[in-house]
């Protein structure tokens, strides 16, 4: 599925920038389609661009906001909204995630809707109250996980503190809190693995990168949240769930064959789970090591 970003859509067709996505999206196929559209609201958790509310960095600086001023968020997420096309809204940073749901408080205020599916993207600096508003307000959340083993304990001396850095991805209050959310790697952007797998190994295990140190342990979730979270869950967010994530008659028999079932082995494993191969249109694919 291709979400497309707003800023470039906006230059070239501004208030025509949802119909004109409406159109494109009557070529979709069951292989590619166009769904949503992306706002930016802040920088990069790895290249400590994000916005972070007081008392900001270690060094007392703060990360970039993206490029579209917060204040105007609402009014640009509008056409969309209105249209009925999700809007999928990159937030890093815990000031970032503040912006990104006034923005929703502000759309569901001036023409209310159920189901919309609001994404806050990545959610990666939160506290435990936001997942809280993000239910209220009916959104869900796509989390890059990864960070909480990758780079936590960088992070912890440079840039956020032990404090936010060792917390980053709290799966386990947006469980509690009743929030959706499914799990991604942003590969495009962040040299990280795009292996489902991982990522559920770090939600459910939360191992740092010295293979020893648990962060935030009371983030963890379990191994059939963290199943759901890479299969229907995310089905869900893309607003395919119809069509793919979940062996059901009339859905599309695209899924993966692994050689071993994740519930069965133990946690620390989970990530060495092999690939059998895939299925696509109930077709079986070797993969190319086997």
Not at 191 to 219: F, N, Q, S
Request: contains cysteine; hydrophobic residues 40%; glycine residues 8%.
């Amino acid at each position: 599925g291709l979400v497309s970003l707003e800023n470039p859509l906006y230059k070239t067709h501004g208030d025509k920038a949802a119909a004109f996505l409406l159109e494109m999206s009557k070529q979709n196929s069951d292989k590619l389609f166009f769904h949503g559209i992306k706002f930016l609201s802040d920088g990069s958790f790895p290249a400590m661009s994000l916005r972070l509310n007081f008392p900001g960095y270690l060094d007392g600086s703060n990360g970039v906001r993206n490029d579209v001023p917060w204040d105007e968020l609402p009014a640009r997420m509008m056409q969309f909204w209105k249209a009925g096309i999700q809007v999928h809204c990159h937030a890093n940073g815990d000031q970032a995630i503040d912006a990104s749901l006034d923005a929703l408080a502000a759309l569901q205020a001036a023409h209310p809707r159920f189901d919309h599916r609001f994404t806050i993207e990545h959610y990666c600096i939160s506290n435990t109250m936001q997942a809280r508003r993000l239910k209220a307000l009916g959104g869900v959340a796509s989390v890059n996980q990864y960070f909480a083993h990758y780079r936590s304990q960088i992070h912890d001396k440079e840039g956020y503190g032990p404090d936010r850095a060792e917390a980053v991805g709290r799966l386990a209050t947006l469980e509690r809190e009743g929030v959706v959310f499914a799990l991604h790697s942003d590969f495009s952007l962040v040299v990280l693995p795009m292996h489902p797998l991982t990522a559920m190994w770090v939600a459910v295990t939360r191992t740092a990168a010295d293979g020893t140190t648990i962060v935030a342990p009371g983030e963890r979730i379990g191994i059939d949240r963290a199943i759901r979270a890479v299969t229907i869950d995310a089905a869900y967010i893309m607003g395919a769930e119809r069509d793919i994530g979940s062996l059901e008659v009339g859905k599309l028999a695209d899924f993966t064959i692994l050689d071993e079932d994740p519930r069965d082995v133990p946690l620390d494993r989970l990530r060495d789970v092999g690939i059998w191969g895939t299925v696509l249109a109930g077709t079986k694919h070797r993969a190319a090591s086997r």
